[in-house]
């Protein structure tokens, strides 16, 4: 099949630069009472559009005095960096309120919040500074402080932890020097999440696949077993979601096996979906809609 010729590639060219000017492309945060990742279904969603000077991204939800809190990334289109916001919704998923919880002078995002010994804790993306670091809640949802630095001198994108017999291990995605940030899947271990001594797994990167090695969410259980959400970035940034049923994790050892695919659906203003989350009966995926640019909602 010949390659498309000089006059096609200036059409689309002048296609996507039309489309720059009049549409966006947000993400969006979409939640349900009903979803289950067993099969997902697009229909089981509402969404929850933001204003069109900025985009909602990796919402992580939290059930906390009988309310509903999702952590999102929030970036404004006039700003170069994201910080953390929270928003809280109702039992039926529509949005209450809105508003920042945690701003460095570095871009942050994918506010993965857990809890160790009694106490909240979030260690969002911080990448642009080269660093993991984990923030302690002292006061909920909006203040958060310094708890400790985990790793310096690293690229490391949407670190997700998880405890699993007797050792937390902790998986990112870790852009080395000339490489890129989507298709390699590092492992580290160590005995406290907060711990400045990780060890790297063995067989880094255990996954080298950027359809399916980026995180996702969380690591949950479903039948006893380990799932971990990640990433298939083959066709554009984030654009579909993988269940990988995890087989093994030890010391020495990692495999894992895709189960399941959601995508976009098709023939909609939906593109890309890139972060699946869930607690007591919240389920929060985003999504990234085209929408008129000069819209305010």
Known sequence: MNSPSWFTRLIRRIGKAIAWLFFLDQWMILTSNAADADPLQWSAFQPIVPWADRYWADPFPVRRDDRNYIFIEEKMYARRRGHIACLMVDEQGGLQSQQVVLERPYHLSYPFVFEHRG???????????????????????????????????????????????????????????????????????????????????????????????????????????LIRPSQDNSRRYGYAINFNRIVKLSETEYEEV???????????????????????????????????????R
Request: aromatic share 12%.
């Open 119 to 225: 106490e909240m804790y979030m260690l969002p993306e911080t990448a642009q500074n080269r660093t993991l670091e984990a923030y302690r809640c002292v006061r909920f949802p909006d203040r958060w402080e310094l708890a400790a630095t985990l790793m310096r001198g690293i690229y490391a994108v949407d670190a997700t932890l998880l405890e699993y017999q007797n050792q937390w291990w902790l998986f990112a995605n870790v852009k080395e020097k000339g490489g890129s940030s989507l298709d390699a899947l590092y492992l580290f271990h160590s005995d406290n999440p907060l711990s400045s001594q990780w060890t790297p797994h063995p067989r880094n990167p255990i996954v080298h696949d950027i359809r399916s090695a980026r995180p996702a969410g969380r690591i949950f259980l479903r039948g006893g077993e």
């Open 258 to 296: 895709t189960e399941t695919h959601f995508e976009p659906p098709r023939r909609t203003k939906i593109l890309a979906t890139h972060t699946f989350n869930r607690s007591e009966g919240l389920t929060v995926i985003d999504a990234v809609i085209r929408r008129w640019k000069f819209s305010s």
